[in-house]
């Protein structure tokens, strides 16, 4: 089980974006990254082609797992995330105050 899901609030610790805070949208358990809503991002240029002009987007880029901290719903700030083993499917559980760390759907 990986120890982020999709939507969790996260805390960026490293990096240009370092202090901020957003939300997971994509997980990368392979490369042991995840993407964050609007941070880490990169400017991305699209040549112009068939017609169309040339045009700039932003889009945000995977960030290491080491870089990120969860933040935690129960007490709004940032934990290491432990497991309570005893359960089934595992519980998430934040090392700070105690309480089961929920995922949003
Ligand atoms: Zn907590």
């Known amino acids: 089980m ?4 999709l939507n969790d609030q996260v805390k960026i610790t490293s990096g240009k974006d370092k202090g ?5 949208i994509q997980l990368l358990p392979k490369m042991d990254k995840v993407v964050v ?3 880490n991002l990169y400017t991305r240029h699209i040549k112009p082609a068939a017609g169309k002009p040339g ?7 995977p960030i290491p797992t080491a870089n990120i901290a969860i933040i935690c719903p129960s007490c709004q700030k940032t934990t290491r995330i ?6 089934k499917p595992k519980l998430r559980i934040c090392r700070r105050c105690g309480q089961v760390i929920k995922s949003i759907k």
């Open 37 to 39: 809503e609007d941070k």
């Open 82 to 87: 432990g497991f309570d083993i005893t359960k």
């Open 2 to 5: 990986y120890k982020f899901k």
């Open 20 to 24: 901020q805070t957003g939300k997971i």
């Open 55 to 61: 045009s700039k987007t932003k889009l945000p880029r």
